[in-house]
């Protein structure tokens, strides 16, 4: 069964690059950002960890922890977080997942039915489908999922910019207009009246009678 937004996220327990992983328990009460690649040592897959590892500061200050989950063994990440820090000018400051079982590939749904998948030889086509990205809430919810075929490296600047987008709509009755970015302003829920909406968020700018805009809350 696949893995859809406000389902709870699939807990495991795994190794990693930073010892026994228990995902919930390791997420407390922090956003979590997973991330997953069929296999390391691939050329886009490196330029995509060593994006994250650039962003690590960025995700810390927004509450939110990141993790890596790849398709090979933790002796394999450790030589290839060389690669990356090298690649990415930055440390690789976030667990990266031993995933040779496919525990987290097949609990997430990231692969396709009864995939036939060698235990010996396997290449990332064999797993081209685990190149998914999910935020997870506090609460263990899955927020957001976005998935990317193997020839398309991901935009980490439009997935934290997507993380603050959560962030800033998460249990409140707003929303976010197309292509927004923090500090813009936000689509009050129609769920609201106008007066309830004004009272909540001040002066609306009104452009439609279903389409309200307000100054985002500040704090």
Not at 95 to 115: E, G, N, R, S
Not at 191 to 217: H, K, T
Request: aromatic fraction near 10%; charged fraction near 25%.
């Amino acid at each position: 069964m696949s893995v859809r937004i406000n389902d709870i996220a699939p807990d495991f327990t795994a190794q990693s690059t930073a010892g026994e992983i228990r995902f919930h328990e390791w997420l407390g009460d922090s956003y979590g950002i997973v991330f997953s690649h069929p296999r390391d040592f691939t050329p886009v897959c490196t330029t995509e960890f060593g994006a994250v590892a650039q962003l690590v500061p960025e995700f810390a200050r927004r509450n939110t922890k990141v993790i890596g989950v790849s398709v090979d063994s933790v002796d394999d990440h450790a030589k290839w977080k060389r690669d990356i820090e090298a690649f990415g000018g930055a440390p690789a400051d976030f667990p990266i997942i031993d995933d040779t079982a496919l525990t987290v590939a097949k609990a997430y749904d990231m692969l396709p039915a009864d995939y036939y998948l060698p235990t010996e030889g396997r290449a990332p086509a064999h797993t081209a489908t685990v190149r998914t990205v999910y935020i997870v809430g506090p609460d263990k919810k899955v927020r957001l999922t976005m998935t990317y075929p193997m020839s398309v490296g991901r935009n980490f600047a439009e997935i934290l910019r997507a993380l603050d987008a959560v962030q800033a709509t998460d249990g409140v009755p707003l929303a976010t207009p197309a292509n927004w970015q923090p500090g813009q302003d936000l689509i009050v829920a129609l769920s609201l009246n106008n007066e309830q909406a004004a009272e909540r968020y001040g002066d609306l700018d009104i452009r439609l009678p279903y389409l309200r805009f307000a100054r985002a809350p500040r704090g």
